[in-house]
């Protein structure tokens, strides 16, 4: 079974907001629940999975180490790709990330990373961002425009930073939510807009499923 999975991205022009659709073609993702039982997450995977673990960016909320976009065995990494001047979405996602965490049958299983599209105007205050919601979170962040992109694409992302004709700065980027297991596989992607019932349901699920051991 598959569906369009329609990929918002935020920008603000003229005070205004508006969404731009990116589809693509993505499988409904079922796997077995508590007690056998399967249930159908809220999240969508993609075919063929992504590979993302040998991607490494500079962790600017732990003195800029080398971050591999992979979770720790037998934990689940949620990445975001955002920027700290978002007025809505990254903040929104990031709230809720850290109120599923809370509702996870241990929050330590679930790591967070928010990687910026923004990095002339993050670098100095992403990880004060980022940890402001979760503490333990990874601020991904890289001048390098080439190692941003190859970031990005591997999760199918897309983001533009341009400056309007008043001299205003505009962002757009993709506004999904991805969980990387420890083998460094996009198993899942959540728009913006899932629940946070849903979000901690579905990394649970993961988090209870072979792949994540």
Same mark, same amino acid.
Request: aromatic share 8%; glycine share 8%.
């Given at each position: 079974? !598959?569906?369009? =999975?329609? !990929? ?11 969404? /731009? ?19 159908? @997450? ?14 490494? @960016? ?6 800029? +180490? %080398? ?10 990494? /949620? ?19 850290? #109120? ?8 330590? $299983?679930? &790591? ?10 993050? @670098? ?11 503490? $333990? +979170? ?8 080439? /190692? ?8 199918? /992302?897309?983001?533009?930073? +341009? ?6 700065? &505009? ?5 999904? #939510?991805? +969980?990387? $297991? %420890? ?6 992607? =959540? ?7 849903? @979000? ?5 699920? #993961?988090?209870?499923?072979? &792949?994540?051991?």
């Amino acid at each position: 079974m !598959s569906r369009g =999975w329609s !990929s918002a991205r935020c920008t603000t022009v003229s005070g205004r907001r508006f969404l /731009v659709g990116l589809v693509a073609v993505l499988a409904v993702a079922v796997l077995p629940a508590c007690g056998g039982e399967s249930r159908e @997450l809220a999240g969508y995977s993609v075919e063929p999975v992504p590979t993302v673990g040998d991607i490494v @960016l500079p962790d600017l909320a732990n003195d800029g +180490a %080398d971050f591999a976009l992979r979770a720790d065995p037998g934990k689940i990494l /949620v990445v975001y790709f955002g920027y700290t001047n978002c007025p809505d979405f990254c903040p929104n996602t990031m709230a809720n990330v850290k #109120l599923a965490k809370e509702e996870l049958d241990d929050p330590a $299983d679930l &790591q967070m990373a928010m990687v910026t599209v923004d990095p002339a105007r993050d @670098l100095d205050t992403l990880a004060s961002y980022v940890t402001s919601f979760i503490a $333990d +979170a990874h601020a991904l962040g890289t001048a390098d425009d080439a /190692v941003l992109n190859r970031a990005a694409s591997a999760f199918g /992302v897309s983001y533009d930073v +341009a400056t309007d004709a008043s001299g205003e700065i &505009q962002v757009a980027h993709t506004t999904f #939510l991805y +969980a990387v $297991d %420890d083998s460094g596989h996009v198993v899942l992607g =959540w728009p913006f807009g899932v629940s946070i019932d849903d @979000l901690a349901a579905d990394i649970d699920q #993961l988090l209870d499923s072979p &792949q994540a051991g």
